[in-house]
């Protein structure tokens, strides 16, 4: 019995529904670190409020390790992934009624994409020339 899953992702779920349902707006509180992919210039103390609405977020997928989907900051579209070990809290923004969850570093997930055998190669940006002389 000490193998029993974590129920964390089950209750995201049933609270962000419950929110959907009854008209009231997702909030989630994230704990940032390296493994969070979120607009960091939206980051105080290490944390970020995000809003889980079905208007304001698209491709919502709350899974059991991640949470990820797009949503624009201001008017510029971002992906957006979560692990569920980072959700601080999730509440309705109307009442404030939800649940908090305590937050455990050792419970860390690695990102998905990441590969220790293959490390991501740097994204190409615009191209550049540099004067030698």
Same mark, same amino acid.
């Given at each position: ?12 779920? +049933?609270? *962000? !529904?419950?929110?959907? %349902?009854?008209?009231?707006?997702? =909030?989630? &509180?994230? /704990? ?23 208007? +304001?977020? *698209? !491709?919502?997928?709350? %899974?059991?390790?991640?949470?990820? =989907?797009? &949503?624009? /900051? ?60």
């Amino acid at each position: 019995m000490s193998d029993i899953p974590n129920n964390k992702p089950y209750l995201i779920r +049933a609270l *962000h !529904q419950w929110c959907t %349902d009854f008209g009231f707006t997702p =909030f989630m &509180a994230v /704990f940032v670190d390296e493994n969070v992919e979120v607009p960091m210039e939206f980051v105080k103390n290490n944390e970020i409020v995000l809003n889980l609405s079905l208007e +304001a977020c *698209h !491709q919502l997928n709350l %899974d059991n390790d991640w949470i990820s =989907f797009q &949503a624009r /900051f201001g008017g510029v579209p971002r992906k957006i992934m979560v692990p569920v070990s980072h959700v601080l809290a999730i509440y309705a923004r109307e009442n404030g009624q939800g649940m908090s969850f305590p937050f455990d570093a050792s419970q860390s997930v690695k990102p998905k994409d990441s590969d220790p055998e293959n490390p991501e190669k740097p994204k190409a940006g615009r191209p550049s020339l540099t004067i030698v002389k």
